[in-house]
């Protein structure tokens, strides 16, 4: 596509439920990039696609946390047993192999109730 | 480990008057340095990158942005603010490898007041 879409653009859900946030990167790109924002935090990186590389999961901040790539194109972030410090807005970015600025979506604004 | 320092999580300005947000960074090799701008409830948008090259390099939007190896800094300036610049710009800093995430700072909030 145009640009990297990500969906939900807002979502809420109940203390201890699992959630799914989706990214779609432009097409072509090879890295795809899972940032959080929370409010006064700038931005905390999550996790980190290249390729057919094994992904960087040294920012997730704990076994809660998942993500996958699947055909190295769309990309979800999964959170287990949502809790209230999870709420944040989750972003996705992707770059070319060349190019490297990233393309950010808007964003999945998460708040848990 | 590479980190971004951000000073002044609020800047306020006048219609008019020169811009300037503050970025030093620490990285123990050379950097790639980018500064990015954010609308409510938007994405973040790139403003202008630092590569290789010319150490003052221009943007987007009529900002622009100095690579002082020295000062360890990357500020971002523009020379007349407009309402339109209000919100919120991020510096950000990899390694020139490109392989390694982007590390953003804190973020500063621009305010222009007519």
């Known amino acids: 596509g145009a640009g990297v879409s990500q969906s939900p653009s807002n979502k809420v859900t109940e203390k201890g439920k699992d959630v799914e946030l989706r990214c779609d990167p432009i097409?072509?790109?090879?890295?795809l990039y899972w940032y959080r924002q929370s409010l006064g935090q700038g931005l905390e990186f999550l996790i980190y696609?290249?390729?057919?590389?094994?992904?960087?999961k040294s920012g997730l901040p704990s076994d809660r946390f998942s993500a996958e790539r699947t055909g190295g194109s769309v990309s979800t972030l999964t959170i287990q047993r949502t809790q209230q410090e999870d709420s944040a807005v989750y972003l996705c970015?992707?770059?070319?192999?060349?190019?490297?600025?990233?393309?950010f979506g808007s964003g999945t604004r998460l708040t848990v109730v | 480990a590479q980190s971004v320092t951000q000073l002044g999580s609020h800047v306020s300005v006048s219609e008019g008057a020169l811009v300037l947000l503050r970025c030093n960074y620490s990285?123990?090799?050379?950097?790639?340095l980018f500064w990015y701008v954010q609308y409510p409830n938007q994405g973040l948008q790139l403003l202008l990158k630092?590569?290789?090259?010319?150490?003052l390099v221009k943007g987007i939007n009529g900002f622009e942005a100095e690579f002082k190896k020295s000062e360890t800094s990357f500020h971002l300036t523009k020379p007349s603010a407009h309402m339109s610049d209000a919100a919120e710009y991020f510096c950000?800093?990899?390694?020139?490898?490109?392989?390694?995430?982007?590390?953003f700072g804190k973020g500063t909030r621009l305010s222009v007041i007519a």
């Open positions: 970015a992707s770059r070319d192999g060349f190019n490297y600025g990233y393309t």
């Open positions: 097409s072509g790109h090879t890295a």
């Open positions: 696609f290249q390729g057919n590389s094994a992904p960087d």
């Open positions: 990285s123990s090799v050379p950097p790639y």
């Open positions: 630092y590569t290789t090259g010319a150490t």
């Open positions: 950000a800093v990899s390694e020139s490898r490109g392989n390694t995430p982007l590390v």
